[in-house]
């Protein structure tokens, strides 16, 4: 007898209430899937999350992915979302970070592997470290500092992939990881602290532009819809992937050049100041997608020109709210109205 997929899906969403999970989220509903959002709420917002209880098929879960989970409900996809992603985030509680990659990722492995439930791990372009290969493809090995200050989160991840891959060859799940690449967007926190959103907030409010080290250092940024797609995509290919699929942007910008596009984007007196660059902070970033392309159909289709200003207008109204209980709304009044 062949089975056929049901049409409405129940699925976990584990970091449901952070940027991209926030999203994701909000496309699996717009798709009349049933969804589980799985957050402790230590980096995802609330906010992200109250315009999804106007769907019917949407539940919310606060809870730490590091704790034992017991969903009694059928489940047919898992995804798992679930890490701080900016450095200051899961620098924060380094130990708790690791745990949340590893004994998070083993909980939610054995959740999928009990409900016989696909499962999608999203990693990230930091197993690649500070690289040696450009741009990175899915068989470089990485240069990562494994006792460094990131090492929480770069290493964390890695042994997230290791878990992964022995549920695959003992036949356990079937499953399938992503590699994130910088992603951006509306939804990210202001506080967030990764170069995109740092330097919105300081234009809009004044402060200056900070870009570490000389800003030669490159990075490739994919808007959130973008990888959303990929995703999604790479949860529902017929047959899963041997290996890690990147996804990101291989457009690539040199730092310096992102700060300018910002500068001249937003009616701002910032000025741009050059501080020391962070310990293991990767010289250069661009994904190799061929993979991508070949199995899932997928690239991105979204260009920074036209990202930006949506992700700018977003946390110009976010800024904007905040800015009214201090009375302080001059510096993107003009934005927002424009």
Request: hydrophobic residues 40%; negative net charge; glycine residues 6%.
């Amino acid at each position: 007898m062949i089975q056929t997929k049901p049409s409405v899906l129940t699925i976990l969403v584990a970091g449901g209430a952070g940027f991209v999970g926030s999203h994701l989220c909000e496309h699996l509903l717009e798709q009349g899937h049933r969804v589980i959002c799985l957050d402790s709420f230590l980096t995802g917002t609330q906010d992200n999350v109250l315009p999804l209880a106007a769907y019917p098929n949407f539940r919310l879960i606060q809870q730490d992915v590091a704790d034992p989970l017991d969903i009694s409900e059928r489940l047919d996809r898992v995804y798992n979302l679930a890490s701080p992603a900016s450095p200051p985030h899961y620098q924060a509680d380094p130990v708790h970070t690791m745990m949340t990659n590893v004994q998070g990722t083993l909980n939610l492995l054995m959740l999928a592997e009990r409900h016989g439930a696909r499962f999608l791990q999203a990693s990230t372009s930091e197993v690649y470290g500070d690289p040696e290969m450009h741009p990175q493809r899915e068989d470089y090995v990485g240069h990562v500092n494994c006792t460094g200050s990131r090492a929480c989160y770069d290493e964390g991840k890695r042994a997230a992939e290791a878990l992964c891959y022995d549920f695959v060859r003992a036949k356990r799940a079937d499953v399938r990881v992503a590699r994130i690449f910088n992603t951006y967007g509306p939804r990210m926190r202001p506080d967030d602290g990764r170069i995109v959103s740092n330097m919105i907030v300081q234009a809009l409010t004044g402060q200056p532009m900070t870009v570490y080290g000389d800003g030669s250092q490159t990075r490739s940024f994919c808007f959130v819809s973008d990888l959303v797609a990929g995703l999604m995509a790479l949860m529902e290919a017929r047959i899963a992937p041997a290996t890690p699929v990147n996804l990101g942007n291989p457009e690539e910008f040199e730092i310096r050049d992102l700060a300018m596009l910002v500068h001249d984007t937003i009616p701002t007196t910032s000025t741009i100041v050059y501080r020391d660059l962070p310990e293991d902070d990767p010289k250069r970033r661009r994904p190799d997608i061929s993979r991508a392309r070949e199995l899932l159909g997928w690239q991105p289709k979204v260009k920074l020109s036209e990202g930006l200003p949506q992700t700018i207008a977003w946390f110009a109204a976010h800024v904007k709210a905040q800015a009214t209980h201090t009375g302080e709304t001059a510096s993107v009044q003009t934005l927002v109205q424009g």
